[in-house]
C-alpha cells in the first residue's frame, strides 16, 4: 500500500515537474511593491518596536543598548515510507543569542531543542527529546584577513554542513553524505579563518582544529579526540564560489583523512550545487565517498523546483547506494520555506529504508 | 549608365540592410541598444573621497571588506529593499535583486550572526547620513549632490526594472 502511495505521489510530482511553465515563462514583471512591506518581508524594517527594542520577522529580537541579538529558526515536519507509515514531528527549535555591542568582537550561541514531539500511528511522545548547546563561540576580528574563532562551531567542510538549518535548504532531507559520518557536525576547538581580495571575487581561507571534547552528552555523538583541517573557498560574490576541504581527525591513534570539493552557481533563478567527499585511513575498513548534485528552479516567485541526485559508496562491503530526490518549495518570505519532497533509493543503508515523501515548514523567527 | 548606378545603389542598400540585421542578431535580446541606463552613485564622506571600484563596494556591501584603510569601520547604508534605488543597486553589483540577496544575509545571520546594512528610505537620507558620519558609504540615484559627500564611483545600471 505504501509502495503504491509513494508512486503515486512520485507520478504526482513527475506531471507537476513537465505541466509547470518553469522553461517558457519570462521572469515575472516587477510588482510596484510597497517599500514598506518589502522591507518587513525582507526581514530590514521592524514590526514591533518599543523604545530601543525591535523585532524584525526573521532577524530576531533586538535588545537596543545591550547588543543583544535573540533570534533561531523551527523546523515542523512530516514524513512517509514503508517503515515508517506516517510520522509528524516538531523537530527542531533552536533558539540564537548573538552578542555584539564591542567592536571586532562577536559571540553566538544556539540552543537546540530537537524532536521535541513525535508523533505517529503508534505513538504520540517526547521520548525522543534532547537538548543541545549546539554552538557556542566568540568571534574576535583582527582585520578582514585575519579572524579567530574559539569555542563550538560548525565544522567548515564542504557547503552543506555551513547550512544546517532548514529554512536556509531546499530539501527536508539533508543529503547522504552529509548525514553520514564523515566528519562532526560541529569542533569544539578553534578556527583562525579570514578572506581577500583576488581578482573580481574574495578568497576565503579556514584552518581549524579540536582538541576539546563537545559539550554535549549525546551518546551518537563519537567525537574524535583531535581534528585538524583547512578550508579554501573561492568566492564570486553571490553568484558562485568553488571550494576545497581537507581535515584529518584522530581517534584512539588511529587517523582518517577527509577531502571534500565543493561548487555553487547561484544564477538568478536558480542554484546548482555539487558536492564531493572522499575519506581514508586507518580509522575506516576501507576508502568511503560520495557525492551528489542539486539543481534549483524558481518556476515564479516564490515557488521553486528541486531535483537532486546522490551517490555514496559506503566503507567496508556494504553496496553503494543511489538516491534520487524531487521536490517543490514554497517561500513566501525569504526566511521562510515550506517543502515537499519524493526520495527513492535504490538499496536501505544499514536496513533503513531511506526512500519516502517528506515535508516540512520552517522559519526562522 | 542610369541603370548601372541604379543597380549599384540598390546593392549598397542590400548590403546596409545585411550590416545592419548583422548588428541587431548579435545584440543580447534581453538588452535593446537604445536602452536608456540609471546612473547609481556611490557616495562617501568627503573625508573618504578616494575612488573605489566596483569589486570594493560589492565587497563592502556583502561585508566582506569591513573596514576603511586607517582601519575605521565602514558603516555602509543601503536603500530599502522595493525601492527602485535598491532594486537597480542589487542588480547592477550583485547580479541579483534584494529578494534573493537576502538568502545570502539568511546563511551570514545563522553562520555568524552578521546582520545586513542598515536602511534608509530616500536619496536625501543617505546623503545627510553620508555626510554627517565619516565612515559611511551609501549611494543615490539623483545627480543633485552638493559638495557634503563625495562621488567614491559611479556604476551605470539598465533603467529597466530589474
Known sequence: ?365 | MPTRGHGASRSDRTIGRLLLAAVLCALPASRPLWAAEVEIRVIAHPRRAAALTAVDVRAIYLKQKLYWADGQTLVAINRESGSQAREHFSTAVFGQGSRRMADYWNRRYFDAGEFPPATLASDDAVRRFVASNPNAIGYVLTRDLDESVAVVLVIAAPSEAP
Open chain 1, 1 to 365: 500500500m505504501g509502495r503504491v502511495v509513494r508512486r503515486g505521489i512520485g507520478l504526482l510530482l513527475a506531471v507537476c515537474l513537465v505541466c509547470s511553465p518553469a522553461g517558457a515563462a519570462e521572469p515575472p514583471a516587477a510588482a510596484p511593491a510597497s517599500d514598506a512591506a518589502s522591507a518587513t518581508a525582507l526581514g530590514e524594517a521592524p514590526i514591533l518596536a518599543v523604545g530601543p527594542i525591535e523585532y524584525r520577522p526573521g532577524r530576531g529580537l533586538h535588545l537596543g543598548p545591550t547588543g543583544l541579538t535573540i533570534g533561531g529558526f523551527t523546523n515542523v515536519k512530516a514524513e512517509y515510507s514503508d517503515e515508517s507509515h506516517g510520522e509528524f514531528s516538531l523537530d527542531l527549535l533552536n533558539v540564537f543569542l548573538i552578542f555584539d555591542k564591542i567592536p571586532h568582537f562577536r559571540a553566538v550561541a544556539e540552543l537546540q531543542l530537537k524532536d521535541i514531539l513525535t508523533a505517529s500511528k503508534e505513538s504520540v511522545g517526547t521520548a525522543d527529546f534532547a537538548f543541545d548547546v549546539r554552538r557556542l563561540f566568540g568571534d574576535v576580528t583582527v582585520t578582514e584577513e585575519l579572524r579567530i574563532r574559539a569555542g563550538i562551531f560548525l565544522t567548515p567542510v564542504g557547503y552543506w554542513n555551513l547550512i544546517l538549518a532548514p529554512p536556509l535548504t531546499w530539501t527536508t532531507e539533508i543529503p547522504l553524505i552529509v548525514e553520514e559520518t564523515f566528519f562532526q557536525e560541529t569542533t569544539t576547538g578553534v578556527m583562525v579563518y579570514g578572506a581577500a581580495q583576488l581578482g573580481p571575487g574574495y578568497l576565503n581561507y579556514a584552518a581549524f582544529s579540536q582538541f576539546l571534547q563537545p559539550l554535549s552528552d549525546d551518546p551518537d555523538l563519537d567525537p574524535p579526540d583531535n581534528t585538524a583541517g583547512a578550508r579554501l573557498v573561492y568566492d564570486s560574490g553571490p553568484a558562485w564560489s568553488a571550494g576545497l576541504t581537507f581535515q584529518a581527525a584522530e581517534k584512539t591513534s588511529r587517523w582518517t583523512q577527509l577531502g571534500a570539493v565543493h561548487a555553487i552557481w547561484q544564477p538568478r533563478r536558480g542554484e546548482v550545487l555539487a558536492e564531493f567527499y572522499a575519506q581514508g585511513g586507518e580509522g575506516l575498513p576501507s576508502t568511503q565517498w560520495g557525492t551528489y548534485l542539486q539543481g534549483v528552479l524558481e518556476v515564479r516567485e516564490p515557488f521553486y523546483l528541486v531535483g537532486r541526485y546522490e551517490y555514496y559508496d559506503p566503507p567496508g562491503a556494504a553496496a553503494p547506494i543511489n538516491l534520487f530526490l524531487a521536490g517543490a518549495v514554497a517561500k513566501p518570505f525569504p526566511f521562510m520555506a515550506v517543502k515537499v519532497e519524493y526520495r527513492y533509493a535504490d538499496r536501505s543503508l544499514d536496513g533503513d529504508d531511506l526512500g519516502g515523501v517528506f515535508a516540512s515548514f520552517s522559519t526562522f523567527f
